[in-house]
T-cell receptor, first 116, second 113 residues
Framework: AQKITQTQPGMFVQEKEAVTLDCTYD???????LFWYKQPSSGEMIFLIY??????QNATEGRYSLNFQKARKSANLVISASQLGDSAMYFC?????????????FGKGTRLSVIA | DADVTQTPRNRITKTGKRIMLECSQT?????MYWYRQDPGLGLRLIYY???????NKGEISDGYSVSRQAQAKFSLSLESAIPNQTALYFC????????????FGPGTRLTVT
């Protein structure tokens, strides 16, 4: 069975600083996908970034990058130049296939607070 | 208009009542999912459907049933609501082939008193 672990229930970061949100995963499948979603206080789930297990390069989307270390089974989210609007819950998730076309397994989330 | 809509957005109901949460999508996706979010537990899968004739149980299906009325519609029912079903419920969709994202609806906040 697949499992996602997010060990940081809450984190604080100063505005304009970079922050890393930790995510480790467990799977015996060679093919899988890793996702990060953002949930602001309004409640919606916003897709941030995706990494496939066979992707050679770390995924990047604007200020978001995914630090994928396959041997360590980690998929940390790095947010550069934090903004007040980045304050939210962040969920790491994985799928048992390359892509999001199967049910996702989610971690418990990390609440990020950006301080002015 | 939103691609994935959920109705109602908020609902308060009493223990023992039957309630249906509805999800509609205009993305043309075959695959649809229902997740439940409880504080501190992340999202957990209730049911999923890969097409109209394919329905599958998820991790926490007990106490729930679903209906896939059409490609675009996937409803979740609580036959006899209980207080520990108080949660935020999300519907999501995805393409059948490789896609990098599941698209989530805005969520339904359900309170069972």
């Amino acid at each position: 069975a697949q499992k996602i672990t997010q060990t940081q229930p809450g984190m604080f970061v100063q505005e304009k600083e970079a922050v890393t949100l930790d995510c480790t995963y467990d799977t015996s499948d060679p093919s899988y996908g890793l996702f990060w979603y953002k949930q602001p206080s309004s409640g919606e789930m916003i897709f941030l970034i995706y990494q496939g297990s066979y992707d050679q390069q770390n995924a990047t989307e604007g200020r978001y990058s995914l630090n994928f270390q396959k041997a360590r089974k980690s998929a940390n989210l790095v947010i550069s130049a934090s903004q007040l609007g980045d304050s939210a819950m962040y969920f790491c998730a994985m799928s048992p296939t390359w892509g999001g076309n199967t049910p996702l397994v989610f971690g418990k989330g990390t609440r990020l607070s950006v301080i002015a | 208009d939103a691609d994935v809509t959920q109705t109602p957005r908020n609902r308060i109901t009493k223990t023992g009542k039957r309630i249906m949460l509805e999800c509609s999508q205009t993305k043309g996706h075959d695959r649809m999912y229902w997740y439940r979010q409880d504080p501190g537990l992340g999202l957990r899968l209730i049911y999923y459907s890969f097409d109209v004739k394919d329905i599958n149980k998820g991790e926490i299906s007990d106490g729930y049933s679903v209906s896939r009325q059409a490609q675009a519609k996937f409803s979740l029912s609580l036959e006899s609501a209980i207080p520990n079903q108080t949660a935020l419920y999300f519907c999501a969709t995805s393409e059948s082939d490789r896609s990098k994202e599941q698209y989530f609806g805005p969520g339904t906040r359900l309170t069972v008193t």
